[in-house]
């Protein structure tokens, strides 16, 4: 105990100050809200995309056939394919909004800002002169760019609002018109600064500033986020806070940009027939946290073999919330939390797990299915079966086995300390 009581202390002083500032940070919490406000896109989509994209060879010819199919991966494309052209505009809205401005106007100009900078292709086709922007830069390619610009513009914004940069009207003027034209001034900064960066990278050998940041940031961090041994190493580094009573989304929420630039790559590579560039990263995913943070279903199955009437009576209570991946229950419950017993299980289940999905991916084969998008709540293996077929179940169901068993003896341990104690009472 005074192992883990040092240790706790010193994670306290290292990752709680860390932990304070992260849940305080106004970048943050936009992030958060923003991306929250793109769910009803991704979820919404959800139902086209499962049923327009069944394994089913037969269902599949007929969708092609009747005219189905390319109606639902137009939609598909234009949705989550594009998905960063929906971020910038919602973490504008909600860090505006956060800082006591007009939220709707935040979003406007934050959307027209990732806009502007977008270049523009002109051909020629059949003769006539065609205008068009590249969409490859508002999905995974503009994700980088959406989440700085969705931040930074915005607090460009409040920063000039804030300096009485606002146009005078008189009472007479309508609320809604002298609303929409008291920024007229700042937007007018704002968009001439836009200008100036356009046209410096134009005078780049990158041309934009999609690609120059691309190049030197964008590009560099996903390949290295999204690198199977570092999903592991943050999901590890998860349940290691969590298991001290730090909240997971101190290390999950600015690890977001990562997982989504990688589900927006897979989603196009997936529409346009080609393979996917983040393959094992999605396996690994699927698998890393079998009922939540600390892999908790597998503790939970456990419960089948507790002698104790206190896991007798906890079992009716986890195993239902963790099969909808609600594990608060046994984290609080058992606890998990801050008890020596189940310390080395919570660190050992993902480093196993992300392993087992490294191995099995390229043992079984799996067809990933990237625009299917299901709500967290949706028991796992049927995500699982959904996203990738029996191939992913497979790993999933292997991963929820190694869980259940690291955690059997320590829980056998629990278990027993239970019953003394209750045979103590009688």
Avoid at 22 to 50: D, H, N, Q, W
Avoid at 172 to 191: D, E, G, N, R
Avoid at 382 to 403: K, Q, T
Wanted: proline share 6%; with cysteine; aromatic share 12%.
């Amino acid at each position: 105990m005074k192992f883990f009581d040092r240790f706790q202390a010193t994670l306290e002083k290292i990752v709680g100050p860390i932990a304070a500032r992260v849940s305080s940070s106004r970048y943050i919490k936009a992030l958060t809200e923003g991306f929250m406000y793109t769910m009803p896109i991704t979820l919404g989509v959800a139902v086209i995309a499962v049923l327009s994209n069944l394994p089913i060879t037969a269902w599949l010819n007929f969708l092609k056939q009747v005219g189905i199919y390319q109606v639902s991966q137009d939609i598909v494309s234009l949705t989550l394919s594009l998905l960063a052209i929906y971020v910038v505009g919602a973490i504008g809205y909600c860090f505006t909004k956060n800082e006591g401005e007009n939220g709707v106007i935040g979003a406007l100009i934050s959307t027209a800002a990732f806009l502007v900078l977008i270049p523009i292709q002109h051909a020629k086709v059949n003769g006539a002169e065609i205008t068009a922007l590249e969409t490859k830069y508002m999905g995974s390619d503009g994700i980088f760019i959406a989440i700085i610009l969705g931040l930074l513009i915005p607090q460009l914004y409040c920063f000039l609002m804030s300096k009485n940069l606002k146009l005078k009207l008189p009472d007479s003027v309508p609320p809604m018109v002298s609303k929409s034209l008291t920024p007229t001034f700042v937007s007018m900064i704002i968009f001439s600064i836009l200008f100036v960066i356009k046209y410096v990278c134009t005078l780049t050998s990158y041309g934009n500033l999609y690609t120059l940041i691309a190049t030197f940031i964008g590009k560099p961090i996903t390949h290295l986020g999204t690198s199977p041994i570092s999903l592991i190493i943050v999901f590890t580094l998860i349940n290691l806070i969590w298991f001290f009573g730090i909240h997971p989304n101190t290390i999950l929420m600015p690890y977001m940009p990562i997982l989504m630039a990688a589900g927006v790559a897979n989603t196009e590579a997936f529409v346009s027939g080609k393979a996917l560039p983040f393959f094992t990263f999605v396996v690994i995913s699927s698998c890393i946290q079998v009922g939540g943070a600390g892999s908790t279903l597998g503790l939970c199955v456990a419960t089948i073999f507790s002698k104790s009437e206190k896991y007798k009576s906890m079992r009716k209570l986890v195993v239902p919330a963790n099969l909808f991946n609600i594990n608060e229950p046994v984290i609080f419950g058992f606890p998990i939390m801050l008890n020596p017993i189940y310390f080395v299980p919570m660190i050992l289940t993902p480093i196993l797990n992300g392993t087992i999905g490294i191995i099995l991916s390229k043992i079984i084969p799996i067809t990933i299915n990237p625009t299917i998008s299901m709500p967290w709540v949706t028991p796992a293996f049927v995500s699982a079966f959904f996203i990738g077929g029996v191939g992913l179940l497979i790993v999933w169901l292997v991963c929820l086995l190694v869980d259940f068993l690291i955690y059997l003896p320590f829980f056998m341990i629990d278990d027993k300390n239970a019953l003394l104690e209750e045979k103590a009472n009688i």
